[in-house]
C-alpha cells in the first residue's frame, strides 16, 4: 500500500520559513518523480515544484528563487523548503508522486498559513 505523509506545516509570519516534508513508502521511491502540489481556497490545485529521480527540478514561477525540493532516496522522503513566504502562499499542500504517466499518488495534504 503506498503511503505519502506529509508533515511540517503549520502558521507563519510573511518572510519566514517552512520546511515540510513527505515520507514515502511501498513504492520504489528512488524511481519516482516527487512533487509538491498546492491549493488554496476557491483555486484550482497547482504543481509548486517537481524533482526527477536524477535531481532535476523545476518550480512553478511564483515560487522560483523562494522554494527548493531536495529528496533524499535514502530516507524515502522529499522536502519542501519555503523561505520568503508570502500571505498568496497559503494554501495546503499536497505531496505527489508519479511513475511515468500510469502510476500517481497523492499524500493527504498540509496547511500552510501566511500571515501579513
Known amino acids: 500500500q503506498v503511503q505519502l505523509v506529509e508533515s511540517g506545516g503549520g502558521l507563519v509570519q510573511a518572510g519566514g520559513s517552512l520546511r515540510l516534508s513527505c515520507a514515502a513508502s511501498g513504492i520504489m521511491f528512488g524511481n519516482y518523480f516527487m512533487g509538491w502540489y498546492r491549493q488554496a481556497p476557491g483555486k484550482q490545485r497547482e504543481l509548486v515544484a517537481e524533482i526527477a529521480r536524477t535531481g532535476t527540478a523545476n518550480y512553478a514561477d511564483s515560487v522560483k528563487g523562494r522554494f527548493t525540493i531536495p529528496r533524499d532516496n535514502a530516507k524515502s522522503t522529499v522536502y519542501l523548503q519555503m523561505n520568503s513566504l508570502k500571505p498568496e502562499d497559503s494554501a495546503v499542500y499536497y505531496c505527489?508522486?508519479?511513475?511515468?504517466?500510469?502510476?500517481?499518488?497523492w499524500g493527504q495534504g498540509t496547511q500552510v498559513t501566511v500571515s501579513s
Open positions: 505527489h508522486c508519479r511513475l511515468g504517466s500510469t502510476w500517481a499518488y
